[in-house]
T-cell receptor, first 116, second 111 residues
Framework: AQSVAQPEDQVNVAEGNPLTVKCTYS??????LFWYVQYPNRGLQFLLK??????LVKGSYGFEAEFNKSQTSFHLKKPSALVSDSALYFC??????????????FGRGTSLIVHP | DAGVTQSPTHLIKTRGQQVTLRCSPK?????VSWYQQALGQGPQFIFQ???????QRGNFPDRFSGHQFPNYSSELNVNALLLGDSALYLC??????????FGQGTRLTVV
């Protein structure tokens, strides 16, 4: 079975500082990995994904994520945080499939708070 | 492109009642998935529809049922509502192995 762990319920960072939101995963095959952001009372917005290729993936709003196969991690990063980045962040994993269905599994989410 | 749209945005129901939530997928998407997100939790997969059939189902009771129409839109039905069914219900659409796009959700409150 596939699973995702987001070890931090909350991450606090000062505006302008770099931020990291951690994610580790467990799958039996090759993973597709995703990051989504959720603002209050809203649906999830796609940020970025890793399927194959370069381990550093660049996404929306200046976010990037680093895939590390040996550590089974996919941490979300941004060089300089903005107050508007404050939101709930979800990591998700699904296993690649040659055909048929595929269901992503989401972590519990990490609340990012960026202080002015 | 309107993206994924869900209706209604908010709903209040009484225990024991039945509810129907609706979802229109993003243009070009043929797969619709439904999730339940309780407060402070990540989305929990309910089921997925493709070609008008339920393709996968999560760990939810039979009180949760769904349907997909020929135009790919979908409905989620919940019977015999319980207080614990109160949550944000999210619809996500996708095509093949692309990333899922989510709607804004329907906030269901059961009283």
């Amino acid at each position: 079975a596939q699973s995702v762990a987001q070890p931090e319920d909350q991450v606090n960072v000062a505006e302008g500082n770099p931020l990291t939101v951690k994610c580790t995963y467990s799958v039996s095959g090759n993973p597709y990995l995703f990051w989504y952001v959720q603002y209050p009372n809203r649906g999830l917005q796609f940020l970025l994904k890793y399927i194959t290729g370069d381990n550093l993936v660049k996404g929306s709003y200046g976010f990037e994520a680093e895939f590390n196969k040996s550590q089974t991690s996919f941490h979300l990063k941004k060089p300089s945080a903005l107050v508007s980045d404050s939101a709930l962040y979800f990591c998700a994993v699904r296993v690649t499939a040659s055909g048929g269905s595929y269901i992503p599994t989401f972590g519990r989410g990490t609340s990012l708070i960026v202080h002015p | 492109d309107a993206g994924v749209t869900q209706s209604p945005t908010h709903l209040i129901k009484t225990r024991g009642q039945q509810v129907t939530l609706r979802c229109s997928p993003k243009s070009g998407h043929d797969t619709v998935s439904w999730y339940q997100q309780a407060l402070g939790q990540g989305p929990q997969f309910i089921f997925q529809y493709y070609e008008e059939e339920e393709r996968q189902r999560g760990n939810f009771p039979d009180r949760f049922s769904g349907h997909q129409f020929p135009n790919y839109s979908s409905e989620l039905n919940v019977n015999a509502l319980l207080l614990g069914d109160s949550a944000l219900y999210l619809c996500a659409s996708s095509r093949a192995f692309t990333e899922a796009f989510f709607g804004q959700g329907t906030r269901l409150t059961v009283v």
